[in-house]
C-alpha cells in the first residue's frame, strides 16, 4: 500500500522504510483510479481479462517527513553508562503503550485462567507482554533484571536501533512514529533517538577522564 505523505511523527526515511521493492503487489487510489503494480503472471492475467487498461505505475513513497532522526555511528553497550536514561525514571509511567502501538514489539507471556465457578477448569492463554510494563523482567525468588522505567526504556531504545541491527543488519524500528503520538507523558521516541549521540560523547569523554 504505497504512502504519498508522511504523518507529523513518522521519520520513516530516516529508518530506510519510506519505500520498498520487495513486493508481489501494489494497489494505490490515485485520481479517482486503482493503480495496480503487479508482479505476478497470473494475476496479470486476471487483469488483463477483466479489462484493465496496462500503464507503467510506479508505486507512491515519502520522499521527507517532518521529523527528522539521526541514529549515531559507533554506538556501543558503553551507551547504558550514559545519563541520558535517567530522566525517563520519573517521566514514564511504564503502561506500555508505547509497545502495544509498535508494529514491531512481539513479546508475549503466558497466563493460567482459572474459572471461579470451577477451580479445576481453567485455560492457558497467550497474552500480549511488554519489556516497559511491570513484572516483564520478573524472576524466581523475586528479582527483576530492569526494575526502573529509565533501564527498560535503555533496553527498548538500544533494541529497537543497535542489537537488532548488529544481529540482522537493518533495524527494528521502521519510523512509523506511533510510539510518539501514544505516549501519555508525551515522551518522543524519535526525540529520545536524536539524544544518543550526545549520550555517545558523554560517555566517551568519562572514559578519558
Same mark, same amino acid.
Given at each position: 500500500m504505497p504512502c504519498e505523505s508522511a504523518f507529523e511523527s513518522c521519520f520513516c526515511v530516516d529508518m530506510g522504510t519510506n519505500k520498498s521493492d520487495n513486493y508481489d503487489a501494489s494497489i494505490e487510489l490515485k485520481?479517482?483510479?486503482?493503480?495496480?503494480?503487479s508482479r505476478e503472471d497470473s494475476w496479470n492475467k486476471f487483469l488483463a481479462n477483466d479489462g484493465c487498461k496496462e500503464l507503467e505505475v510506479v508505486p507512491?513513497?515519502?520522499?521527507?517527513?517532518?521529523?527528522? &532522526? @539521526?541514529?549515531?555511528e559507533g554506538l556501543s553497550t558503553k551507551i547504558f553508562n550514559s545519563k541520558m536514561w535517567d530522566e525517563y525514571d520519573s517521566r514514564c &509511567? @511504564?503502561?506500555g503503550r508505547c509497545n502495544f502501538v509498535c508494529p514491531t514489539c512481539t513479546c508475549f507471556t503466558m497466563q493460567d485462567i482459572f474459572y471461579t465457578d470451577n477451580g479445576k477448569v481453567g485455560e492457558r492463554r497467550k497474552v500480549w507482554a511488554a519489556c516497559m510494563v511491570?513484572?516483564?523482567t520478573n524472576v524466581a525468588g523475586g528479582g527483576a533484571y530492569r526494575k526502573n522505567n529509565g533501564q527498560r526504556m535503555r533496553f527498548k531504545v538500544m533494541h529497537k536501533v543497535y542489537d537488532y541491527k548488529k544481529r540482522n543488519g537493518y533495524h527494528m524500528c521502521v519510523g512509523c512514529g506511533r510510539c510518539?503520538?501514544?505516549?501519555?507523558?508525551?515522551?518522543?521516541?524519535s526525540n529520545c533517538?536524536?539524544?544518543l549521540e550526545a549520550a555517545v560523547k558523554e560517555v566517551d569523554g568519562n572514559e578519558t577522564k
Open positions: 485520481d479517482g483510479q486503482f493503480l495496480v503494480d507512491s513513497y515519502v520522499k521527507e517527513t517532518k521529523t527528522k &532522526i @539521526n541514529v549515531p &509511567i @511504564n503502561c511491570d513484572g516483564f510518539d503520538d501514544i505516549c501519555p507523558e508525551y515522551i518522543s521516541f533517538i536524536n539524544k
